[in-house]
């Protein structure tokens, strides 16, 4: 668990998994050869393997009065056979979030960048049978662009996370549909950020002149810093989450901005620095 202060808004990290990949599984160009020679990478970001180190963790942000949850991770009991690292976990999420200081019905916001099968799974939880809001007391806000687009999937891939994760929250009215213009307090906002998903959202942080921003997936790891235009295989459009990875990077480059990265691994955070016609990313 890690935390940070931008201002007065403080940030906590909870950690669902934390583990080495080997890197073409996300990134085809990420072999280990080619990841090796990025010795900035190490030891934080990278092993020496040459795999990726990646990180599937939530976000607690308290920001006037409200606990906001980022992203909810993959989640226990999910049917997901076709991950079996994921397929049905029983970890320990909802115990380390109170250790954070914040019990489940505490919770005021849930934003979800995107909708994909890591990012939902806790929105929702098992109980008698059925699928319920896991923080029930909070606003689960959803992209519109990303409704209108996961909605309609028939892909499993895409599909099974919305109806067990996502479309319950509708069913219990606990969810809202929100565009890039959303203030989640006035210290915390949307920004939008498409390519990796329809409607994907990063989010801006700022404080008594202290900025951050969290990352969601337009990126998945640091390398791509140095390589904003190498594919990602989970890019719904690879041309504009080309696009929006390098105005990523030009948009808080040396800017002092800390960069939250969603599946950064320990100690996940930075700032971006240019480094040529690109970019590296420095720990912090």
């Avoid at 092993?47 to 993959?74: F, M, N, Y």
């Avoid at 991950?83 to 005021?108: I, S, T, Y």
Wanted: aromatic share 10%; net charge negative; with cysteine.
């Amino acid at each position: 668990m890690n935390q940070w202060k931008i201002g007065d808004v403080r940030i906590t990290r909870v950690i669902e998994s934390e583990t080495a990949w080997d890197g073409t599984m996300l990134l085809p160009n990420a072999t280990a050869e080619n990841v090796r020679k990025e010795q900035w990478l190490y030891p934080a970001f990278a092993d020496e393997s040459g795999k990726l180190k990646l990180s599937i963790h939530a976000l607690l942000i308290e920001s006037k009065g409200q606990r906001i949850i980022v992203d909810t991770c993959i989640g226990n009991d999910k049917v997901r056979p076709a991950f079996p690292d994921w397929n049905q976990m029983h970890l320990p999420f909802l115990q380390d979030l109170q250790k954070a200081g914040c019990a489940r019905e505490a919770v005021d916001q849930v934003i979800c960048t995107h909708l994909h099968i890591d990012h939902v799974g806790w929105n929702t939880m098992l109980q008698n049978g059925k699928w319920v809001p896991t923080f029930p007391n909070a606003r689960y806000l959803i992209g519109g662009t990303e409704w209108d687009f996961f909605s309609r999937q028939q892909d499993e891939f895409f599909k099974a996370p919305i109806e067990d994760s996502v479309r319950p929250i509708f069913d219990h009215q606990r969810a809202e549909l929100v565009d890039e213009t959303r203030k989640l307090t006035e210290e915390v906002w949307l920004e939008a950020t498409p390519g990796h998903t329809p409607g994907h959202f990063a989010i801006r942080i700022s404080s008594k002149g202290e900025n951050a921003v969290v990352t969601g997936d337009l990126m998945h790891h640091p390398i791509q810093c140095a390589y904003p235009e190498w594919d990602d295989n989970f890019d719904v459009d690879l041309a504009q989450a080309k696009k929006t990875r390098r105005a990523f990077c030009e948009r808080y480059a040396d800017t002092g901005t800390l960069v939250l990265g969603t599946h950064f691994a320990t100690p996940s955070t930075g700032k971006i620095l240019r480094h040529g016609d690109a970019f590296r990313f420095v720990a912090a």
